[in-house]
């Protein structure tokens, strides 16, 4: 069955730390992947995506993604964090011609000042 | 993009009423969407509803309980039936407004307490 999986439930850490969430799918066939992110008190929001092309994505604030093939993972990043980081963060996979979306089960990340 | 506005925000409901949850979008889009987020739990697909055809539904939730209306390209209903605690979620709809693959926008959700 397809399903996406996302290692961490809950990541604590500082400020100036960096962070990386993995997320991995096990589809057959070409993929569209997404990392959605909901702040606290906010909707769901669009951070990055991914459909062809350069696998190293750059979306809003910092993040960054890259998506490995032969690992089925698309992997979230940002080399700084910030408290305004705190928030939930979802990867998302969708077959290239499908509208349908998968979400992860998400990752809560707590940024201390 | 597209700018998604739910009401109501959040309800307290009674056990084995019915609870209908608007959503409406700022622009015509022909396909959109409910999922469910059950506490500490990601998005779950409940239906697919778009505009002139009869809504969707994923393994494990029927039209019975969650009846869907889809009267225009820009707004649509979900009714929760027959409500019981289990049934406390946030709902969501998104739409797809076909601007690039697959890419969802997200309305702010409604929350529901079922007591």
């Known amino acids: 069955a397809q399903s996406v999986s996302q290692h961490n439930h809950h990541v604590i850490l500082s400020e100036a730390a960096s962070l990386e969430l993995g997320c991995n799918y096990s589809?057959?066939?070409?993929?569209?992947l997404f990392w959605y992110v909901q702040y606290p008190g906010q909707h769901l929001q669009l951070l990055l995506k991914?459909?062809?092309?350069?696998?190293l994505v750059k979306g809003i604030k910092g993040f960054e993604a890259e998506f490995i093939k032969s690992k089925f993972s698309f992997n979230l990043r940002k080399p700084s964090v910030q408290w305004s980081d705190t928030a939930e963060y979802f990867c998302a996979v969708a077959l290239s011609n499908d509208y349908k979306l998968s979400f992860g089960a998400g990752t809560t990340v707590t940024v201390r000042a | 993009s597209a700018v998604i506005s739910q009401k109501p925000s959040r309800d307290i409901c009674q056990r084995g009423t019915s609870l209908t949850i608007q959503c409406q979008v700022d622009?015509?889009?022909?396909?959109m969407f409910w999922y469910r987020q059950q506490p500490g739990q990601s998005l779950t697909l409940i239906a697919t509803?778009?505009?002139?055809?009869?809504?969707?539904?994923e393994s494990g939730f029927v039209i019975d309980k969650f009846p869907i209306s889809r009267p225009n390209l820009t707004f649509s209903t979900l009714t929760v039936s027959n409500m019981s605690p289990e049934d406390s979620s946030i709902y969501l709809c998104?739409?797809?407004?076909?601007?690039?693959?697959?890419?969802?926008?997200f309305g702010p959700g409604t929350r529901l307490t079922v007591l």
């Open positions: 589809y057959g066939g070409t993929v569209n």
């Open positions: 622009s015509q889009v022909t396909m």
């Open positions: 509803a778009n505009q002139g055809s009869e809504a969707t539904y």
């Open positions: 998104s739409v797809d407004p076909g601007q690039a693959y697959n890419e969802q926008f």
């Open positions: 991914y459909f062809s092309g350069d696998p």
